[in-house]
Protein backbone atom coordinates (compact mmCIF):
# COMPACT_ATOMS: atom_id res chain seq x y z
CA UNK A 1 0.00 0.00 0.00
CA UNK A 2 3.05 2.26 0.61
CA UNK A 3 4.71 1.71 -3.02
CA UNK A 4 1.01 2.35 -4.31
CA UNK A 5 0.74 5.59 -2.32
CA UNK A 6 4.51 6.88 -3.53
CA UNK A 7 3.44 5.60 -7.29
CA UNK A 8 0.14 8.12 -7.11
CA UNK A 9 2.60 10.75 -5.86
CA UNK A 10 5.10 10.28 -8.60
CA UNK A 11 1.57 10.02 -11.02
CA UNK A 12 0.54 13.54 -9.66
CA UNK A 13 3.70 15.20 -9.43
CA UNK A 14 4.87 14.24 -12.93
CA UNK A 15 1.52 14.06 -14.60
CA UNK A 16 1.78 10.70 -16.10
CA UNK A 17 -1.45 8.39 -15.67
CA UNK A 18 -1.57 6.22 -12.62
CA UNK A 19 -2.98 2.53 -14.05
CA UNK A 20 -4.37 0.85 -11.32
CA UNK A 21 -3.69 -3.39 -11.68
CA UNK A 22 -6.17 -4.85 -8.82
CA UNK A 23 -3.89 -6.32 -5.62
CA UNK A 24 -5.32 -9.54 -6.46
CA UNK A 25 -6.27 -13.12 -4.34
CA UNK A 26 -6.17 -12.52 -0.24
CA UNK A 27 -5.82 -8.95 -0.53
CA UNK A 28 -8.96 -7.85 -1.64
CA UNK A 29 -10.21 -5.77 2.33
CA UNK A 30 -7.15 -3.65 1.45
CA UNK A 31 -8.56 -2.99 -1.79
CA UNK A 32 -11.68 -2.69 -0.67
CA UNK A 33 -10.69 -0.49 2.30
CA UNK A 34 -8.50 2.01 0.27
CA UNK A 35 -11.11 2.04 -2.98
CA UNK A 36 -7.79 2.20 -4.72
CA UNK A 37 -9.85 1.84 -8.41
CA UNK A 38 -11.80 4.74 -8.25
CA UNK A 39 -10.62 7.72 -10.11
CA UNK A 40 -8.44 5.15 -11.77
CA UNK A 41 -8.27 3.12 -15.09
CA UNK A 42 -7.00 -0.21 -16.25
CA UNK A 43 -3.78 -0.48 -17.60
CA UNK A 44 -4.42 -0.38 -21.76
CA UNK A 45 -4.31 -3.68 -23.80
CA UNK A 46 -1.17 -4.20 -26.07
CA UNK A 47 1.05 -1.95 -24.91
CA UNK A 48 4.51 -2.76 -23.74
CA UNK A 49 5.64 -3.07 -20.60
CA UNK A 50 8.89 -1.87 -19.13
CA UNK A 51 10.78 -0.96 -15.37
CA UNK A 52 11.94 2.15 -14.79
CA UNK A 53 15.36 1.52 -15.41
CA UNK A 54 14.80 0.65 -19.06
CA UNK A 55 13.09 3.97 -18.88
CA UNK A 56 16.11 5.61 -17.54
CA UNK A 57 18.85 4.03 -19.61
CA UNK A 58 16.98 5.57 -22.64
CA UNK A 59 14.19 3.62 -23.63
CA UNK A 60 13.05 4.82 -27.70
CA UNK A 61 10.67 2.18 -28.11
CA UNK A 62 6.80 2.98 -28.41
CA UNK A 63 4.93 4.29 -25.86
CA UNK A 64 4.74 1.98 -22.77
CA UNK A 65 3.38 1.36 -19.05
CA UNK A 66 6.34 1.53 -16.81
CA UNK A 67 5.80 -0.96 -14.18
CA UNK A 68 7.61 -0.63 -11.03
CA UNK A 69 7.35 -2.22 -7.20
CA UNK A 70 8.06 1.32 -5.89
CA UNK A 71 8.76 5.01 -6.38
CA UNK A 72 9.74 5.41 -2.67
CA UNK A 73 13.17 6.68 -3.76
CA UNK A 74 11.40 9.94 -5.51
CA UNK A 75 8.54 10.19 -2.61
CA UNK A 76 11.69 10.33 0.19
CA UNK A 77 12.90 13.59 -1.84
CA UNK A 78 9.54 15.06 -2.29
CA UNK A 79 7.63 13.97 1.11
CA UNK A 80 5.44 17.20 1.72
CA UNK A 81 3.64 17.09 -2.35
CA UNK A 82 1.88 14.44 -0.55
CA UNK A 83 -0.34 16.76 1.10
CA UNK A 84 -0.94 17.50 -2.61
CA UNK A 85 -2.84 14.59 -3.24
CA UNK A 86 -3.85 12.78 0.41
CA UNK A 87 -6.93 14.65 0.60
CA UNK A 88 -8.47 12.56 -2.25
CA UNK A 89 -7.14 9.68 -1.07
CA UNK A 90 -9.01 9.91 2.31
CA UNK A 91 -12.12 10.60 0.36
CA UNK A 92 -11.86 7.78 -1.37
CA UNK A 93 -11.28 5.83 1.74
CA UNK A 94 -13.91 3.07 2.82
CA UNK A 95 -12.32 1.97 6.86
CA UNK A 96 -13.69 0.81 9.65
CA UNK A 97 -15.15 4.31 11.07
CA UNK A 98 -13.32 5.25 14.64
CA UNK A 99 -13.76 7.63 17.13
CA UNK A 100 -12.95 7.90 20.37
CA UNK A 101 -14.57 10.09 23.38
CA UNK A 102 -11.39 11.36 24.79
CA UNK A 103 -7.68 12.54 23.07
CA UNK A 104 -5.94 9.58 22.45
CA UNK A 105 -2.39 9.15 21.54
CA UNK A 106 -1.89 6.05 19.63
CA UNK A 107 0.96 4.42 19.29
CA UNK A 108 2.17 1.78 16.88
CA UNK A 109 4.60 -1.22 17.88
CA UNK A 110 6.04 -3.21 15.59
CA UNK A 111 5.62 -6.98 16.50
CA UNK A 112 4.56 -10.25 14.97
CA UNK A 113 7.20 -10.08 11.97
CA UNK A 114 10.32 -8.84 14.41
CA UNK A 115 10.54 -11.74 16.25
CA UNK A 116 13.80 -14.27 16.33
CA UNK A 117 15.90 -13.29 13.25
CA UNK A 118 13.05 -11.22 11.38
CA UNK A 119 13.22 -7.63 10.09
CA UNK A 120 15.83 -6.76 13.53
CA UNK A 121 16.66 -3.45 11.94
CA UNK A 122 12.82 -2.67 12.57
CA UNK A 123 12.61 -4.35 16.28
CA UNK A 124 12.33 -1.61 18.87
CA UNK A 125 12.61 -2.56 22.90
CA UNK A 126 9.85 -2.09 25.35
CA UNK A 127 12.10 0.89 26.74
CA UNK A 128 12.02 2.47 23.69
CA UNK A 129 8.33 2.60 23.42
CA UNK A 130 7.80 3.44 26.74
CA UNK A 131 10.58 6.61 26.29
CA UNK A 132 8.50 7.35 23.30
CA UNK A 133 5.54 7.42 24.90
CA UNK A 134 7.20 9.69 28.04
CA UNK A 135 8.28 12.36 25.68
CA UNK A 136 4.60 12.69 23.76
CA UNK A 137 2.45 12.14 27.18
CA UNK A 138 4.35 15.27 28.45
CA UNK A 139 3.04 17.39 25.76
CA UNK A 140 0.02 16.27 25.71
CA UNK A 141 -0.87 14.97 29.56
CA UNK A 142 -4.33 14.56 29.84
CA UNK A 143 -4.34 12.24 26.70
CA UNK A 144 -4.87 8.53 26.87
CA UNK A 145 -2.75 5.61 25.42
CA UNK A 146 -3.79 3.13 23.41
CA UNK A 147 -0.74 0.54 22.18
CA UNK A 148 -1.44 -1.04 18.51
CA UNK A 149 0.28 -4.16 18.20
CA UNK A 150 0.52 -7.79 18.31
CA UNK A 151 0.71 -10.47 20.73
CA UNK A 152 -0.62 -10.39 24.60
CA UNK A 153 -0.28 -7.79 27.01
CA UNK A 154 2.05 -9.37 28.80
CA UNK A 155 4.95 -9.18 25.91
CA UNK A 156 4.43 -5.33 26.92
CA UNK A 157 5.84 -5.21 30.24
CA UNK A 158 7.80 -1.88 31.66
CA UNK A 159 4.96 0.22 29.02
CA UNK A 160 3.42 2.95 31.44
CA UNK A 161 0.47 1.70 33.52
CA UNK A 162 -2.02 4.02 31.78
CA UNK A 163 -1.56 2.20 28.52
CA UNK A 164 -4.78 0.92 26.87
CA UNK A 165 -3.97 -2.59 24.55
CA UNK A 166 -5.93 -3.00 21.44
CA UNK A 167 -4.20 -6.57 20.19
CA UNK A 168 -3.88 -8.47 17.22
CA UNK A 169 -7.41 -6.35 15.34
CA UNK A 170 -8.53 -6.50 11.98
CA UNK A 171 -5.93 -4.74 9.87
CA UNK A 172 -7.84 -2.15 8.58
CA UNK A 173 -9.80 -1.41 11.99
CA UNK A 174 -6.34 -0.87 13.28
CA UNK A 175 -5.17 1.72 10.55
CA UNK A 176 -8.43 3.89 11.13
CA UNK A 177 -7.85 3.73 15.02
CA UNK A 178 -4.31 4.97 14.62
CA UNK A 179 -5.40 7.80 11.79
CA UNK A 180 -8.34 9.19 14.36
CA UNK A 181 -5.90 9.40 17.27
CA UNK A 182 -5.42 13.01 18.23
CA UNK A 183 -1.67 11.79 18.35
CA UNK A 184 -0.09 9.08 16.27
CA UNK A 185 3.19 8.06 17.41
CA UNK A 186 4.89 6.02 14.55
CA UNK A 187 7.08 2.20 14.25
CA UNK A 188 9.72 1.81 11.45
CA UNK A 189 7.02 0.75 9.50
CA UNK A 190 5.19 1.54 6.51
CA UNK A 191 2.12 0.49 8.18
CA UNK A 192 2.02 3.40 10.53
CA UNK A 193 3.79 5.52 7.90
CA UNK A 194 0.41 5.01 5.81
CA UNK A 195 -2.06 6.01 8.82
CA UNK A 196 0.77 9.12 9.60
CA UNK A 197 -0.15 10.38 5.78
CA UNK A 198 -3.98 9.99 6.63
CA UNK A 199 -4.15 11.33 9.72
CA UNK A 200 -5.06 15.11 10.59
CA UNK A 201 -3.80 14.74 14.26
CA UNK A 202 -0.28 15.36 15.43
CA UNK A 203 2.16 13.03 14.14
CA UNK A 204 5.15 12.14 15.98
CA UNK A 205 7.64 10.15 13.86
CA UNK A 206 10.30 7.92 14.94
CA UNK A 207 13.17 7.83 12.92
CA UNK A 208 13.17 5.92 10.00
CA UNK A 209 14.38 4.87 6.39
CA UNK A 210 11.33 6.39 5.15
CA UNK A 211 11.73 10.35 5.12
CA UNK A 212 8.89 12.12 7.59
CA UNK A 213 6.68 15.14 6.42
CA UNK A 214 8.10 18.67 7.01
CA UNK A 215 4.71 19.43 9.67
CA UNK A 216 5.41 16.27 11.63
CA UNK A 217 6.87 15.97 15.03
CA UNK A 218 10.20 14.47 14.59
CA UNK A 219 11.68 12.25 17.81
CA UNK A 220 14.82 12.45 18.74
CA UNK A 221 16.99 9.81 17.89
CA UNK A 222 17.81 9.11 21.74
CA UNK A 223 15.25 9.53 24.06
CA UNK A 224 16.16 9.32 28.16
CA UNK A 225 14.75 6.53 29.85
CA UNK A 226 11.20 6.99 30.79
CA UNK A 227 10.47 7.61 34.43
CA UNK A 228 7.65 6.63 36.61
CA UNK A 229 4.39 8.47 35.89
Given amino acids: MHAIL ?9 RIPYYHTPLGEGLSEWETGFNLGADCVAPPENVPIVD ?11 PAVVA ?4 HRFAD ?7 NIIGKIRENLNLPIRTYDSAVIAVHVRRGD ?8 RFETN ?41 NSDVLATISGLVAADCLITAKSSFSYIAALLS ?24 PTATAR
Avoid at 6 to 14: K, T
Avoid at 52 to 62: N, P, S, W
Avoid at 68 to 71: G, K, P, V
Fill in 77 to 83: RNTNKYL
Fill in 127 to 167: AVVAAKIDYVQRRHPNAKVRIFSEGVESNFDGLPDNCEFEL
Fill in 52 to 62: GMTICDGYQGQ
Fill in 68 to 71: QTCF
Fill in 200 to 223: LGKVYYGPFWHKPLSKWHKLPEKL
Fill in 6 to 14: SALLFSHVS
Fill in 114 to 121: VSGSQNLN
